[in-house]
């Protein structure tokens, strides 16, 4: 590939993670069956949800749309991982390249914008308990959930425009798991520095007031808690909140890690990528049925158990 001013590239090769040869095969198990406990896992939530009448609630609902974009999210970045572990299939074409990068911002914007949601959903129902199911009906949570999709495609889409937009002439080897943004603008042939300082203050700037709204609902949820008379009743009320904000958290930092610093520390980006683009999609339902003691007698019901009443 020789130098050009138009973009000449018309595969990338996905380096991947670097390990050892004689860990490609324990690593592509060691991934397949995370992968399929995540699929299976928020799978399963959607269907329980689905299933039980008695989750047929605002937060339920937004529960299923964030079980949906975490298989989505996994199953855009992990097969062509798994492929790279066991065969030379790790050249992805130019344009499986931008659709890879589109999907996953595309899918990552969507559920950032989806925890904001879930956060003042849970503001309302806390603090807002007499006026929640006026203000929050069907028509109105599906009209917000369809602005976190809508939210997403527009934010990827200028973000991938914005990318592709630059020559690659080469090299083409990206030395990363998936077709990313810092990876991608390693390799390209000018000047970054504008995309750079554009990707920071636009991720930066979304991500930030994202996160600041969750945390000021969240104060006016530990606010009206703490007025709570009933000690059972604070209880209650802080377990229907932990799972989302451990979700929040798991789901945040990872990110600020990636997008939101200077400089870039490559082996250590590929640890922490690895950990927002598969574990978390995996922890997702596991915090949630653990933390959440409807999803868990809602799953002992759709197991055909006798229902347990929480304490």
């Given amino acids: 590939m020789h130098s050009g001013n138009q973009t ?8 991947g993670l670097h390990h050892p040869p004689q860990l490609g095969v324990p690593l592509f198990l060691a991934f397949l069956v995370i992968y399929a406990l995540t699929v299976s896992g928020n799978g399963l939530i959607i269907l329980t949800v689905l299933v039980d009448t008695r989750l047929h609630r605002p937060m339920y609902w937004f529960l299923c749309h964030l079980s949906f974009l975490d298989m989505t999210i996994s199953s855009a970045i992990v097969p062509k991982m798994l492929a790279g572990f066991l065969q030379d299939s790790r050249v992805i074409s130019f ?13 990552g914007c969507t559920e950032c914008f989806l925890y904001t949601l879930m956060a003042y959903d849970r503001f309302l129902a806390i603090c807002k308990p007499l006026h929640y199911a006026t203000i929050m009906t069907r028509n109105v ?8 999709w809508l939210g997403g495609t527009l934010h990827s889409l200028f973000q991938t425009s914005f990318i592709f937009r630059l020559p690659f002439c080469g090299p083409n080897r990206v030395d990363y798991f998936f077709c990313d943004i810092p990876a991608m603008l390693r390799l390209a042939c000018a000047d970054t520095t504008i995309n750079e300082l554009v990707t920071f203050v636009d991720i ?15 104060g006016y949820i530990v606010a009206a808690i703490l007025r709570i008379q009933s000690v059972d009743g604070r209880r209650n009320a802080f377990s229907t909140c932990a799972a989302h904000l ?3 958290i798991v789901y945040y930092v990872p990110c600020t890690f990636i997008y939101l610093r200077p400089g870039s520390q490559e082996p250590l980006d590929g640890v922490v990528a690895v950990f927002y683009t598969v574990i978390t999609p995996l922890l997702n339902p596991i915090i949630y049925t653990l933390r959440n003691k409807e999803m868990k007698a809602a799953l002992w019901r759709l197991g055909g158990r006798k229902d347990v009443q929480p304490h």
Avoid: D
């Avoid at 949570?141 to 976190?148: H, I, K, S």
């Fill in 8 to 15: 000449s590239v018309s595969h990338f090769i996905l380096v």
């Fill in 95 to 107: 344009g499986g390249c931008v659709i890879q990068l589109f999907s996953f911002h595309f899918l």
């Fill in 141 to 148: 949570c599906n009209f917000l959930a369809l602005g976190t």
């Fill in 204 to 218: 930066g700037f979304l991500a930030l007031t994202c996160f600041m709204l969750i945390l000021t609902s969240y």
């Fill in 246 to 248: 451990t979700v929040v």
